[in-house]
């Protein structure tokens, strides 16, 4: 990364003066800080995360976050497998990533510690309740001896604080026992570095007063403990100075701090909404779609339904009725999912109903990791039914890209009457960042136009243009008509094996489908528009990583671009064109090279694929140590 | 309609393209004439179904259809009658499709209680895929899968539907067109998710499985057909019973050893211990028909619209531009 770590107590660009008034101590200007909060599954730490963030966007700060939690709800206290994970980046200038690695770490117990260490830089920052360091939970995490009483972390900067004795001297009298008292030892944490960052912090206030309205012993205890944490930074000698990271020249307008699965239930209900029909989720349980579930679920108001179906093939199939009856129909799941839903969504392809099926990837195959991002189901998507069946396929980059990638999902099965796959993955789902809340009025258009005329229906007419057949939904006199999976006849539907007529069919359907190349923008090169030495091509949650490293690069003068595609079936009809104007193409996915694959199979370009299938993100660094690599060939 | 519906209303243009001498033809033709009697015009009535004999059945209905995937009718009418609670909903299914493949979606779909109709046509083996046996097989069944005779104990329709306590419980035969068309009208009229299983005669691949009750020289012998509020009374000569021996069923000829009708259980559609057992009827036993269990319970479609009403009436309708405001925001100048 182009900016050095940062560190608490390193004051070689100190601008010296006090900062706010109350802060009597020196008050040093950073550009960006990378955050870790680490502990045990019940610590709290993604709320404290969360809310560490809401207070750097409201700071005005540009953010990107990436929770890293175990699918354990609950793994046994002081555990590796228990350690769950929340990094931030806030920063005073655009970025596009959590980061890399993080310049402070919060580490509540050995196992959090133990977990992460192997990521902070040396000289880094690691901020670790002392009193959690006890020989129980130090042998329990792995350790020989007390991490903190030998030299093993000698190269960073180790704060230790005890913070458990703190919480409980800050509660005292309030009568909470000692599970109640640990409890807050999050927002004590939380409110020491919201000094140490001079965060404002009204958002987090509000926050704890909404969600304790009907329990004022719990909303006073976490209160009180936030607010020692925070006089605590301010009057301890723990720290000499606090930082400040001032806001991001970032676009003017109205944000919210956005995940990827809230903007992916917005999207849809979005789309409802301007299409005037009620939305219908299909959907069984999995991580890590269950949010859209439980977001949808609170909507019933605009209408939306929400059915959590007996199985996943109960969800899509409850869908396709719901599509068939007039509803906006969406299901959502993750790989495993999609695989159950396969022969559903050949069926809704065959009776080319409107449908979305949103596979929010994970790591596979089979369980997997299913709290650990991939994006090893794009084949799938494309190829994974039996029988030629086309489906267009979109792809979300960012967290916030999740909004109008659902939104356009729901907009083109509706005008080309099929379904659409909705491609995301758990790093977009959980991820967040600040989202400039569109105009609601200018969304593009909707258009829900049933067949309601008699004359001359024919189910499997086409419209100019679209090759959409007509919607006439049951309920419309004169335009009974039956659906169904076994191969029909052109125009009627009428059961046939005539075998040129199974083939026109087939044909037809995939000239749909390639048709909405006509729907995709020309595509966009970040660098050199006229070509140049090499082309990072990626999709989906890559954008960001790209993007950062493709900038990096290009700031030290190397001629490299970046493409990042949302619409990969199909694929925009330039994009040949575009990718031919440079020396090298390189395909950077989380999967061992499927659109690289693709890239290669439709376009005889000699792409090459970088390839990361951890469970993780790329890193920036990684991205340009290859970048480097290809140009120095 | 200004005229009243007939028969034809319900006929499509498709040609039926069952095996010939198939019981389904005489489901199809009973269907078809009972429909018009609902007063429901063919638009607002859906048959949809699976795979596999039975479900062939939509194309031959003038009504909206569709012909699904293998056992997932079920789920695909949810959807659309959650959406669409003014529509006539049918499901059509067999013992493979709704039983097998499809089972775990018609046990849901009959605890949930749908608003649907669900007729499950029984044959008791595989008849699309050529001869296999049926999750309603007998035992030691020889079939082109089973050379040695099936291992499989079998699924009982009605005792399945019971034990997910579906709220309409029924069972007709093919060739029994009085009966059918009355249970039909029964499944139609009650409110919920009401199951009709209807013994189907396969005459390729399991002919006479139901000799017993669709024979005329023999069935009044082994029919016993239930009527609510009426003794269990059977036989030829209308002179057998069932009467309790403590708490096992027996039959008893009336008029032997002093047995009257006084003696004989009186059939209960609300009494589910009542169902089960009747439900568990099997040769000896005469085999009951006519509706099992028929109680009132909430629909799901009904219940999920009112959650949808009530909140439009506490929170007004949904609106977009505040929804998208939730939360923390702020500005950027």
């Known amino acids: 990364m182009a900016v050095p770590p940062e560190a608490a107590g390193q004051a070689a660009d100190s601008h010296g003066q006090a900062g706010s ?59 590796l497998a228990g350690v769950s994970g929340f990094q931030l980046n806030f920063s005073s200038s655009e970025i596009f990533t959590a980061g890399d690695e993080p310049n402070v770490l919060v580490a509540m117990n050995p196992a959090a510690l133990q977990a992460n260490l192997e990521d902070v830089p040396p000289n880094g920052v690691i901020i670790v309740d002392r009193e959690a360091f006890t020989d129980a939970n130090v042998k329990r995490a792995g350790y020989a001896t007390n991490p903190l009483n030998d030299q093993s972390l000698d190269k960073f900067q180790v704060i230790q604080i005890d913070v458990t004795r703190l919480t409980t001297l800050a509660l005292h009298g309030l009568g909470l026992n000692n599970r109640g008292v640990f409890r807050c030892r999050n927002m004590f944490v939380l409110g020491m570095l919201s000094w140490l960052y001079q965060r404002p912090t009204q958002s987090t206030v509000q926050y704890l007063e909404g969600r304790f309205k009907k329990t004022p012993e719990v909303l006073e205890a976490n209160l009180k403990a936030f607010k020692a944490g925070y006089n605590y930074g301010e009057t301890t000698e723990m720290f000499a100075s606090s930082y400040e990271v001032p806001a991001a ?157 659902a939104y356009e999902a729901v907009r083109l099965a509706i005008k080309y009457m099929t379904p659409v796959i909705l491609l995301t993955d758990g790093q977009l789902a959980t991820g967040a960042e600040p989202w400039l809340l569109p105009d609601v009025d200018k969304l593009p258009p909707i258009k829900v136009e049933f067949r309601t005329d008699p004359t001359n229906f024919l189910p499997y007419s086409r419209e100019e243009g679209t090759l959409a057949r007509p919607w006439a939904i049951p309920g419309t006199p004169g335009l009974e008509h039956r659906l169904g999976g076994i191969t029909g006849e052109n125009l009627t539907g009428n059961i046939s094996y005539s075998p040129a007529n199974h083939e026109l069919m087939i044909r037809i359907r995939a000239r749909k489908v390639a048709g909405i190349t006509q729907e995709i923008a020309p595509t966009e090169i970040f660098g050199d528009a006229d070509g140049g030495d090499l082309v990072v091509l990626g999709w989906g949650s890559t954008f960001g990583p790209i993007r950062e490293a493709v900038k990096q690069a290009r700031e030290k003068g190397r001629k490299v671009s970046h493409i990042h595609l949302r619409y990969l079936n199909p694929l925009p009809k330039d994009l040949a064109d ?9 395909v950077a996915e989380m999967n061992m090279g499927q659109l690289v694959k693709i890239i290669r199979a439709d376009y005889l370009i000699n792409a090459f694929g970088f390839n990361k299938i951890q469970g993780r993100p790329f890193k920036v660094s990684e991205l340009v140590t290859r970048i480097n690599r290809a140009l120095e060939g | 309609m200004a005229t009243a519906l007939t028969r034809k209303d319900f006929i499509s243009d498709q040609e039926v393209r069952w095996c010939p001498g198939c019981g389904d033809y005489a489901i199809l033709a009973q269907v078809q004439k009972t429909m018009p009697e609902f007063g429901i015009e063919p638009h607002k009535v859906v048959f949809i179904s699976g795979i596999g004999c039975s479900s062939r059945f939509p194309y031959y209905m003038n009504t909206y259809g569709f012909h699904t995937i293998h056992g ?147 069935k009044a012998d082994h029919q016993l057909i239930l009527e609510h509020g009426k003794p269990l009374i059977f036989g030829k000569n209308r002179d057998k019973g069932i009467k309790m021996n403590v708490m096992r069923p027996e ?83």
């Not at chain 1, 575009?578 to 390189?586: I, S």
């Open chain 1, 249 to 405: 020249k970032i676009k003017p307008g109205l944000y919210r701090n956005i995940t990827g699965n809230i903007a992916t239930a917005l999207g849809f209900v979005a789309a409802a909404v301007k299409s005037g029909r009620p939305l219908f989720l299909g959907s069984y349980p999995i991580t890590p779609a269950s949010d859209v579930l439980h977001e949808l679920a609170v909507l019933k108001n605009f209408p939306v339904y929400t059915f959590q179906a007996e199985d996943e093939i109960a969800g899509v199939s409850s869908a396709i009725g719901a599509s068939f009856g007039g509803a906006i129909a969406i299901t959502t799941t993750s790989g495993p999912g999609m695989n159950l839903k396969a022969e559903a969504i050949g069926l809704a392809v065959k009776v080319e109903l409107p449908l979305v099926i949103t596979d929010i990837q994970r790591a596979g195959p089979s369980t997997g990791m299913p709290t650990k991002p991939e994006q090893a189901d794009l084949l799938m998507a494309m190829y994974g039914r039996h029988g030629e069946s086309p489906i267009p396929i979109i792809a979300a980059s960012t967290p916030a890209d999740c909004f109008e990638c």
């Open chain 2, 72 to 218: 997932r009718a079920p789920a695909l009418a949810t959807g659309l009658k959650v959406t669409r609670p003014d529509l006539d909903v049918w499901v059509v299914t067999g013992d493979g499709d709704g039983l097998s493949i499809g089972g775990n979606h018609l046990i849901h779909v009959l605890r949930r209680n749908v608003d649907l109709k669900i007729l499950l046509f029984n044959n008791k083996i595989y008849g699309l895929t050529k001869g296999q046996y049926s999750p309603t097989s007998e035992v030691g069944k020889v079939t082109k899968s089973t050379p040695a005779g099936s291992v499989d104990f079998p699924f009982n329709p009605i005792t399945v539907a019971l034990g997910t306590h579906a709220s309409f419980v029924a069972r007709s035969i093919d060739v029994e067109q009085k009966h059918l068309g009355e249970t039909l009208k029964r499944a139609h009229d009650h409110r919920g998710a009401s199951f009709l299983e209807i013994l189907q005669n396969c005459n390729i691949f399991n002919d006479d499985a139901f000799k017993d009750v669709s024979d005329k020289a023999i």
């Open chain 1, 21 to 79: 008034i109350r802060a009597q101590k020196p008050h040093l200007k950073r550009d960006r800080v990378v955050i870790r909060f680490a502990g045990d599954s019940g610590d709290g730490m993604q709320l404290t995360g969360m809310q560490f963030t809401a207070e750097s966007a409201l700071a005005g700060n540009d953010i990107a976050t990436l929770p890293d939690f175990p699918a354990e709800i609950r793994a046994p206290a002081g555990t």
């Open chain 2, 251 to 333: 039959v008893v000829t009336l008029g032997q050893n002093g047995v009257t009708e006084n003696d004989l259980v009186v059939h209960d559609e609300t009494n589910l211990s009542l169902a089960f057992m009747l439900g568990n009827f099997e040769p000896p036993m005469p085999t009951p028909i006519g509706v099992f269990y028929a109680v009132s319970r909430p629909t799901y479609d009904g219940a999920i619209n009112k959650q949808l009403d009530d909140a439009k009436t506490k929170q007004g309708e949904g609106d977009l531009k505040k929804l998208l405001l939730k939360g923390d925001t702020w500005s950027v100048n």
């Open chain 1, 578 to 586: 575009q990718l031919r104007k440079f020396k090298q193409v390189m």
